[in-house]
Protein backbone atom coordinates (compact mmCIF):
# COMPACT_ATOMS: atom_id res chain seq x y z
CA UNK A 1 0.00 0.00 0.00
CA UNK A 2 2.76 2.61 0.67
CA UNK A 3 4.46 1.78 -2.58
CA UNK A 4 1.01 1.91 -4.29
CA UNK A 5 0.75 6.15 -2.74
CA UNK A 6 4.59 6.51 -3.25
CA UNK A 7 4.17 5.57 -6.98
CA UNK A 8 0.92 7.79 -7.17
CA UNK A 9 2.93 10.68 -6.14
CA UNK A 10 5.16 10.39 -8.86
CA UNK A 11 2.65 10.93 -11.67
CA UNK A 12 1.62 13.98 -13.16
CA UNK A 13 -1.75 14.73 -13.46
CA UNK A 14 -2.94 14.14 -16.84
CA UNK A 15 -5.37 16.27 -18.85
CA UNK A 16 -8.30 15.54 -21.28
CA UNK A 17 -6.60 15.84 -24.27
CA UNK A 18 -9.44 15.40 -27.26
CA UNK A 19 -8.06 12.06 -30.21
CA UNK A 20 -6.15 12.63 -32.98
CA UNK A 21 -8.43 11.97 -35.67
CA UNK A 22 -6.53 9.50 -38.18
CA UNK A 23 -6.15 10.54 -41.66
CA UNK A 24 -4.50 9.03 -44.77
CA UNK A 25 -2.13 11.03 -47.09
CA UNK A 26 -1.16 9.27 -51.00
CA UNK A 27 2.53 9.57 -51.11
CA UNK A 28 4.36 10.44 -54.19
CA UNK A 29 5.15 6.63 -54.88
CA UNK A 30 0.82 6.39 -55.31
CA UNK A 31 1.35 4.26 -51.61
CA UNK A 32 -1.02 5.59 -49.02
CA UNK A 33 0.54 6.63 -45.59
CA UNK A 34 -2.53 6.67 -42.68
CA UNK A 35 -1.50 8.45 -39.19
CA UNK A 36 -3.06 7.49 -36.44
CA UNK A 37 -2.84 8.06 -32.58
CA UNK A 38 -0.90 5.33 -30.80
CA UNK A 39 -1.98 4.69 -27.46
CA UNK A 40 0.08 4.41 -24.15
CA UNK A 41 0.04 0.50 -24.35
CA UNK A 42 1.50 0.53 -27.80
CA UNK A 43 4.80 1.96 -26.77
CA UNK A 44 6.49 -1.39 -25.97
CA UNK A 45 6.06 -2.39 -29.20
CA UNK A 46 6.65 1.28 -30.88
CA UNK A 47 9.91 0.97 -28.81
CA UNK A 48 11.02 -1.82 -31.03
CA UNK A 49 10.33 -0.62 -33.77
CA UNK A 50 12.58 2.88 -33.17
CA UNK A 51 15.71 1.16 -30.74
CA UNK A 52 17.60 -0.57 -34.08
CA UNK A 53 18.66 3.46 -35.00
CA UNK A 54 19.80 4.52 -31.89
CA UNK A 55 23.18 3.44 -33.20
CA UNK A 56 22.89 5.19 -36.71
CA UNK A 57 25.42 8.30 -37.00
CA UNK A 58 24.23 9.90 -39.99
CA UNK A 59 21.78 12.67 -39.57
CA UNK A 60 21.54 12.35 -36.06
CA UNK A 61 19.62 9.43 -36.11
CA UNK A 62 21.47 8.08 -32.75
CA UNK A 63 20.06 11.16 -30.97
CA UNK A 64 16.75 11.26 -32.14
CA UNK A 65 16.01 7.86 -31.91
CA UNK A 66 17.22 7.73 -28.45
CA UNK A 67 15.95 10.69 -26.79
CA UNK A 68 12.73 9.34 -28.88
CA UNK A 69 12.74 6.21 -26.66
CA UNK A 70 13.19 7.51 -23.93
CA UNK A 71 10.35 10.12 -23.87
CA UNK A 72 8.26 7.25 -25.24
CA UNK A 73 9.19 5.46 -21.97
CA UNK A 74 8.76 8.34 -19.68
CA UNK A 75 5.07 8.61 -20.87
CA UNK A 76 4.80 4.76 -20.57
CA UNK A 77 6.30 4.74 -17.11
CA UNK A 78 3.81 7.93 -16.22
CA UNK A 79 6.46 10.22 -15.90
CA UNK A 80 6.19 12.52 -18.72
CA UNK A 81 2.65 15.05 -18.75
CA UNK A 82 0.34 15.25 -21.71
CA UNK A 83 2.37 13.19 -24.07
CA UNK A 84 1.59 11.58 -27.30
CA UNK A 85 2.84 9.98 -30.45
CA UNK A 86 1.26 9.43 -34.03
CA UNK A 87 2.03 6.86 -35.92
CA UNK A 88 2.67 6.50 -39.84
CA UNK A 89 2.32 3.14 -41.64
CA UNK A 90 2.41 2.00 -45.26
CA UNK A 91 0.56 -1.30 -45.49
CA UNK A 92 0.22 -1.58 -42.25
CA UNK A 93 4.36 -1.13 -41.60
CA UNK A 94 5.48 1.60 -39.08
CA UNK A 95 7.55 4.35 -41.69
CA UNK A 96 7.76 6.86 -39.17
CA UNK A 97 6.38 8.47 -35.92
CA UNK A 98 6.10 12.10 -33.89
CA UNK A 99 5.65 12.76 -30.66
CA UNK A 100 4.96 15.65 -28.15
CA UNK A 101 2.76 17.16 -25.08
CA UNK A 102 0.69 19.58 -23.91
CA UNK A 103 2.03 21.89 -21.87
CA UNK A 104 -0.81 23.81 -21.09
CA UNK A 105 -4.19 24.84 -23.29
CA UNK A 106 -2.38 27.69 -24.99
CA UNK A 107 0.83 25.99 -25.79
CA UNK A 108 2.59 22.45 -26.99
CA UNK A 109 5.88 21.22 -27.12
CA UNK A 110 7.09 19.53 -30.00
CA UNK A 111 9.74 16.60 -29.02
CA UNK A 112 10.59 14.59 -31.95
CA UNK A 113 9.95 13.57 -35.91
CA UNK A 114 11.37 10.39 -37.52
CA UNK A 115 10.95 9.04 -40.48
CA UNK A 116 12.15 4.92 -40.83
CA UNK A 117 11.07 5.08 -44.60
CA UNK A 118 13.33 7.74 -46.46
CA UNK A 119 12.32 9.53 -50.04
CA UNK A 120 8.92 10.19 -49.88
CA UNK A 121 9.46 13.02 -47.45
CA UNK A 122 7.02 10.98 -44.57
CA UNK A 123 9.08 12.80 -41.79
CA UNK A 124 7.76 15.87 -43.34
CA UNK A 125 4.00 15.00 -43.46
CA UNK A 126 4.33 13.96 -40.10
CA UNK A 127 5.98 16.70 -38.24
CA UNK A 128 2.78 18.63 -40.41
CA UNK A 129 0.26 16.09 -38.44
CA UNK A 130 1.80 17.01 -35.02
CA UNK A 131 0.84 20.81 -35.89
CA UNK A 132 -2.17 19.87 -37.16
CA UNK A 133 -3.24 18.30 -33.80
CA UNK A 134 -1.94 20.93 -31.71
CA UNK A 135 -3.71 23.61 -33.44
CA UNK A 136 -6.12 22.70 -35.24
CA UNK A 137 -7.90 19.82 -32.83
CA UNK A 138 -6.03 20.74 -29.07
CA UNK A 139 -6.77 24.24 -30.29
CA UNK A 140 -3.37 25.59 -28.58
CA UNK A 141 -1.99 29.31 -30.04
CA UNK A 142 1.30 28.30 -30.79
CA UNK A 143 4.03 24.94 -30.45
CA UNK A 144 7.62 25.09 -29.21
CA UNK A 145 10.12 23.86 -31.80
CA UNK A 146 14.15 22.77 -31.61
CA UNK A 147 15.85 20.90 -34.13
CA UNK A 148 18.96 18.41 -33.71
CA UNK A 149 20.10 18.49 -37.34
CA UNK A 150 20.50 20.76 -40.12
CA UNK A 151 17.66 18.69 -42.18
CA UNK A 152 15.44 19.60 -39.37
CA UNK A 153 16.45 23.04 -39.17
CA UNK A 154 15.72 23.86 -42.90
CA UNK A 155 12.56 21.90 -42.85
CA UNK A 156 11.09 23.47 -40.03
CA UNK A 157 12.63 26.55 -39.02
CA UNK A 158 13.26 28.31 -42.62
CA UNK A 159 10.11 26.44 -44.26
CA UNK A 160 7.88 27.38 -41.53
CA UNK A 161 9.50 30.59 -41.23
CA UNK A 162 9.46 30.05 -37.36
CA UNK A 163 9.23 33.03 -35.25
CA UNK A 164 12.75 32.61 -33.38
CA UNK A 165 12.10 33.07 -29.21
CA UNK A 166 15.47 32.52 -27.87
CA UNK A 167 14.09 33.84 -24.46
CA UNK A 168 12.06 30.37 -24.18
CA UNK A 169 13.52 27.68 -22.37
CA UNK A 170 12.33 24.18 -24.51
CA UNK A 171 13.02 21.02 -22.41
CA UNK A 172 14.94 19.66 -25.13
CA UNK A 173 17.53 22.16 -25.03
CA UNK A 174 19.89 22.52 -28.09
CA UNK A 175 19.18 24.89 -30.95
CA UNK A 176 17.43 28.18 -29.40
CA UNK A 177 13.44 27.77 -28.61
CA UNK A 178 11.96 28.89 -32.34
CA UNK A 179 7.73 28.84 -32.49
CA UNK A 180 4.64 27.99 -34.57
CA UNK A 181 2.29 30.61 -34.04
CA UNK A 182 -1.66 29.84 -35.25
CA UNK A 183 -0.86 32.43 -38.07
CA UNK A 184 2.24 31.05 -39.60
CA UNK A 185 0.33 27.77 -39.49
CA UNK A 186 -2.39 29.32 -41.76
CA UNK A 187 -0.05 30.67 -43.73
CA UNK A 188 1.79 27.08 -44.81
CA UNK A 189 -1.17 25.01 -43.57
CA UNK A 190 -2.22 24.29 -47.15
CA UNK A 191 1.16 23.45 -48.72
CA UNK A 192 2.57 21.38 -45.75
CA UNK A 193 -0.52 19.47 -44.17
CA UNK A 194 -1.87 16.87 -46.52
CA UNK A 195 -4.61 13.72 -46.07
CA UNK A 196 -8.35 13.26 -46.34
CA UNK A 197 -10.97 11.67 -43.38
CA UNK A 198 -12.47 9.73 -42.80
CA UNK A 199 -9.88 6.29 -43.01
CA UNK A 200 -11.65 3.70 -44.64
CA UNK A 201 -12.06 0.72 -41.84
CA UNK A 202 -9.99 -1.62 -43.52
CA UNK A 203 -7.30 0.07 -44.32
CA UNK A 204 -7.35 2.24 -40.19
CA UNK A 205 -7.42 -2.02 -39.14
CA UNK A 206 -4.03 -2.59 -41.28
CA UNK A 207 -2.68 0.40 -40.06
CA UNK A 208 -3.28 -0.43 -36.19
CA UNK A 209 -1.26 -3.60 -36.85
CA UNK A 210 2.04 -1.60 -36.87
CA UNK A 211 4.22 -4.04 -38.31
CA UNK A 212 7.83 -3.50 -37.52
CA UNK A 213 9.83 -2.40 -40.60
CA UNK A 214 11.58 -5.51 -42.26
CA UNK A 215 14.25 -3.47 -43.31
CA UNK A 216 16.30 -0.25 -42.28
CA UNK A 217 18.63 -0.78 -44.69
CA UNK A 218 17.67 2.24 -46.95
CA UNK A 219 19.25 4.63 -44.00
CA UNK A 220 22.44 5.99 -44.57
CA UNK A 221 24.56 4.37 -41.75
CA UNK A 222 22.41 2.07 -40.82
CA UNK A 223 24.11 -1.65 -39.64
CA UNK A 224 22.82 -4.48 -38.82
Not at 195 to 203: A, C, I, N, Y
Request: with cysteine; aromatic share 10%.
Amino acid sequence: MFVDKMEQSLRPAESVMPPYPAKYITMASGEKMVVHQASREDIPHLLEAVKPLMTVEKDFYDIVASRLCSELLGWYRYRVKDEYCLVGTINGSIVGMVNGRMIDEKAGMSYHTIAIRQGLRIGAQLFAAKMEYHLDFLGQEEVWIVAESPNGFRRWMIEYELEPRPEQWHELGGVPTYVLTKALWQKHKAAKCGGRRPVPETMLETAQQMILPAAYGQIPGYQR
